[in-house]
């Protein structure tokens, strides 16, 4: 795996790309600026590694547009220590994002191919986050309570499952939607049954799918 000056470069434009569009965070910034988004996307798409948009990385997913990657990392106000399941492992790149800016990382990925790629992925970077390969739906009832929680792909709904293994003043991400698009949701869990929901604007996310195949 290379990352050369002219990686380094491209990344430091696609960081001035998303301070650009609004993102304030000076860590989450630092870390798009470190992290090499290349090694996460198959070589065919090597050269559209750091423009801001989505691409395919196989099994009928995508590697998130890194402003969405940054906008959803904002929102969930990650500090360091906190305990966070990640839904949709994909790539792996957000879960890197999340690891770099401190966080001890829960991932769960459904589709056993990206599960793969991704944990040895990962594990050649020196990343430990823990892997899990099961349904997102379900979340890690084992591991929680989690200090935050964040769905990288487009629900129907909010899981109750992911919200019972929510935190009391802990904050869950998620967008929420049909196939057309969907709204980005924070959802602060107050008290044992109050929750609190702020819609952030329109996305759009590959479906979350039920089961693991």
């Not at 434009?13 to 798009?32: F, H, R, S």
């Not at 798409?45 to 959803?72: N, R």
């Not at 793969?116 to 997102?136: A, N, Q, V």
């Not at 629900?155 to 992911?162: N, Q, S, T």
Request: proline share 4%; glycine share 12%.
């Amino acid at each position: 795996m290379t990352d050369s000056y002219r990686h380094k470069g491209l990344r430091r434009k696609l960081v001035d790309t998303v301070a650009g569009k609004g993102i304030k965070d000076q860590k989450i910034l630092e870390a798009l600026g470190k992290v090499p988004r290349h090694y996460f996307m198959d070589s065919g798409f090597v050269e559209f590694a750091y423009k801001d948009q989505a691409f395919p990385i196989g099994s009928g997913q995508t590697i998130s547009q890194p402003y969405t990657v940054a906008f959803q990392t904002e929102l969930l106000n990650v500090k360091k220590h906190d305990k966070i399941l990640e839904v949709g492992t994909g790539s792996g790149y957000q879960c890197v994002i999340l690891l770099e800016l401190g966080a001890k990382v829960y991932t769960i990925e459904r589709q056993r191919e990206l599960y793969l790629k991704s944990r040895t992925l990962l594990t050649e970077m020196g990343y430990k986050p823990y892997f899990f390969y099961g349904d997102g739906y379900k979340g890690q009832a084992n591991y929680a309570p989690f200090d935050k929680i964040i769905i990288t792909a487009g629900a129907p709904e909010i899981p109750d499952e992911l919200l019972k293994q929510l935190k009391i003043g802990g904050r869950m991400i998620i967008p929420v939607g049909g196939n057309k698009g969907q709204v980005m949701v924070t959802v602060d869990r107050i008290g044992e049954e109050e929750f609190k929901k702020t819609e952030h604007g329109f996305f759009a996310f590959v479906p979350m799918l039920k089961g693991k195949q």
